[in-house]
């Protein structure tokens, strides 16, 4: 079945960087279009970032020119690489695939505080 672990969060300063990690099994990894999204409580699931079966990357306004969607089709693993962090990137952070339906992850905390 369709599994997706994310990896990769924790506790940053401002301007820090991380990178997230999402290993990916259950089906052919290449062949679909990969997101990363974030979730505050009490707030709607916001989509961060899409990478597309042959590697064109689209963002949401609030991480372009910071943070960058790439994915290694070996290793079945989406990657988001998260530069000049924000407060108000603060969130549990997802990542997602289509098949059929959506199935997410069980998600990764990344905290931007001082």
């Known amino acids: 079945q369709v599994q997706l672990v994310e990896s990769g969060g924790g506790l940053v300063q401002p301007g820090g960087s991380l990178r997230l990690s999402c290993a990916a099994s259950?089906?052919?990894?290449?062949?679909?279009?990969m997101k990363w999204y974030r979730q505050t409580p009490g707030k709607e699931r916001e989509l961060v970032a899409t990478?597309?079966?042959?590697?064109?990357?689209n963002y949401a306004d609030s991480v372009k020119g910071r943070f960058t969607i790439s994915r290694d089709n070996a290793k079945n693993t989406v990657y988001l690489q998260m530069n000049n962090l924000k407060p108000e990137d603060t969130a549990v952070y997802f990542c997602?695939?289509?098949?059929?339906?959506?199935?997410w992850g069980q998600g990764t905390q990344v905290t931007v505080s001082s």
């Open positions: 259950g089906f052919t990894f290449s062949s679909y279009a």
């Open positions: 990478i597309n079966s042959g590697g064109t990357a």
């Open positions: 997602d695939v289509r098949r059929f339906r959506d199935y």
